[in-house]
């Protein structure tokens, strides 16, 4: 007898557990480097990806300072998310520091850079999520990546990377459109660091500001002078700070040209949920949102 109910307590033990293993699905606890990273991490992982940032909001990733906290949060992370080329140097602490031995993904993997020569060395872009095309390439990796974690939720993590890639490709032809009503000669922009250099060959607007790609890098006396006299020169009449440098360097340009404040562009780091750039799509539009009509009045 019991040999012949073994089969139906089996059948009826594997019923009664699938609801629960529908309700336990996977959720994925991943990291990602700094917040504009994190949010497209968020929007391809949906419902099941739990999404921690490194750099908080309004935050420097190139001066960020990992705490024993942060070392924590790698050690639970099953999958950690970086930008790479460059961007973010204090990883390799951190990783030591935790003990971390795994392979973080970069999603800037297959992203055409832009090397450049600053204080006498090649260095690389490493902005490159300024341009929106380069996300397109940032969401289908980290869609593999989640779907390496996670296979059972692969369609998901499809069917999420899809519908956002609508969304950026939407994006880009705002962008498009909004630069389009700026006469090419007036297409210049003085910023805070040259951190939209992506941004600027994407859409043919031309970025000037003090500071090199990194707000580490110190811009030397000539140089600041160089950009003024090429300011003077243009007639840019609108600077913009950015949320998460320094402002001293622009404003000290903006007194020396006479160029007026623009407003706050969010260049590296999302802000507070509460503000104007709470996620990439929205940080990106909010900048264009500012530099066209600066553009537009500029001489």
């Known amino acids: 007898m019991k040999l012949r109910l073994l089969p139906l307590a089996c059948a009826a033990l594997v019923a009664g557990l699938a ?12 990291v990602a480097s700094f917040t504009v990273l994190a949010d497209v991490v968020r929007q391809v992982g949906g419902t099941h990806a739990t999404v921690t940032s490194l750099v908080p909001p309004d935050g420097d990733p190139h001066e960020f300072e990992p705490s024993p906290a942060d070392a924590g949060k790698l050690q639970q992370a099953d999958v950690i998310f970086l930008s790479g080329e460059g961007l973010e140097t204090w990883f390799v602490r951190l990783a030591r520091a935790a003990g971390y031995h795994g392979t973080p993904v970069i999603v800037s993997d297959g992203i055409p850079v832009h090397d450049m020569r600053e204080d006498g060395h090649d260095v690389t872009d490493p902005h490159v999520w300024n341009s929106v095309p380069n996300v397109e390439i940032w969401t289908r990796n980290i869609r593999d990546a ?3 974690v996670d296979p059972e939720d692969a369609d ?3 069917a999420n990377a899809d519908a956002y890639l609508i969304r950026l490709r939407d994006l880009d ?3 498009r459109e909004r630069i389009a009503t700026v006469p090419a000669e007036r297409r210049r922009v003085l910023t805070g660091h040259d951190a939209f250099g992506y941004f600027g060959r994407e859409y043919g607007v031309t970025l000037m500001a003090p500071q090199g790609l990194s707000t580490e890098t110190e811009a030397s006396a000539a140089d600041v002078a160089a950009l003024i006299r090429q300011i003077r020169t243009l007639g840019v009449s609108t600077y913009f700070m ?10 000290q ?3 020396a040209t006479g160029a007026r404040p623009g407003g706050t562009l969010y260049v590296e780091a999302l ?7 709470a996620d990439y799509i929205s940080m990106i539009r909010h900048d264009v949102d500012l530099m066209v009509p600066a553009m537009l009045t500029s001489h």
């Open 19 to 30: 609801p629960v293993h529908a309700a336990m699905a996977r959720t994925v606890h991943a």
């Open 146 to 148: 989640l779907i390496r």
């Open 156 to 158: 998901a993590f499809r």
């Open 173 to 175: 032809r705002y962008i």
């Open 242 to 251: 950015e949320n998460a440098a320094d402002p001293r360097l622009v404003k």
């Open 253 to 255: 340009v903006a007194t």
């Open 271 to 277: 802000s507070p949920p509460d503000g104007p750039a």
